[in-house]
């Protein structure tokens, strides 16, 4: 059986792609990215490194040639991406792909705010649409991407949040590419949504409490509003288009969209999730 990994040279498609040649033959894994130089350590390991382009969909009818089962990593393009994923499931089925395993987000529905949620949802919706068979990898916010957060928080003594009460169940990039592996590898996860979380739900008093136990010093937690969040965003730095789009997270969060904790990362990837804390 051939599986393919689109995106393969960012950072959860090395994840993926190294987990994925530790288990299978390396003759059955290709490797899609834009530029094949980028994963040329992977060649040399096996594996069948090829070109493609999500803008250029006529060569992706190609780059699928002979596949059975996708990886399908979403882009980061928020709003133009959509295109992009259509045009791969378009291609998946012209070239007799069966099955698309999508990395999608927690919870895609109306009522959630996450600025991410409209592009997810339109994708979950092509390949329902598509006739594939298709798994729905709803992967929560990523645990390394707090660890940041939190030494910033200890550094300034705030933690300056608009999340509320609310909790998210971060989850590591490599925990998530362990469940991708364990999909891509078994049987029976057609037609299903998985929710891949960490172990614990965190909160922003969890985190300040993180925070203050790097530091060795008291961690405030300052509540704001949406709109101050934002403008605080951008005052830090980051663009305009940028800055409602994190914020949107914290939304999601204070209205507990990312506060489900499921034991999907032991179950069908195989192994114990890594807490947030295991990585401050």
Known sequence: MTIAITGASGQLGRLVADQLLDTVDPAEVVLLTRDPAKLADYAERGADVRAADFDKPAELVDA??????????STDAVGARVEGHRAAIDAAVKAGVRHIVYTSVSEP?????????????????????????WTMLRNNLYADMQVDSVAQAAASGQ?????????????????????????????????KAYDVTGPQAYT??????????????PVEVVQVDDEAYTAGLVSAGLPDFIAPLLTSFGTATRLGKLATVTDVVEKIGGRKPTPLSALI
């Open 159 to 191: 933690l300056v949040t608009n999340t509320g009460d609310g909790g998210a169940a971060y989850v590591t990039r490599a925990d998530c590419a362990a469940v991708a592996v364990g999909v891509l590898t078994g049987e029976g996860h057609e037609g």
């Open 109 to 133: 529905t109306p009522d959630n705010p996450a600025g991410v949620v409209p592009d997810h949802a339109a994708t979950e919706d092509a390949l329902r649409e598509s006739g594939l068979a």
């Open 204 to 217: 922003a008093a969890d985190l300040a409490a993180l925070a203050t136990e790097q530091s060795g010093k």
């Open 64 to 73: 699928f040639a002979g596949v059975e089962r996708v990886l399908l990593i």
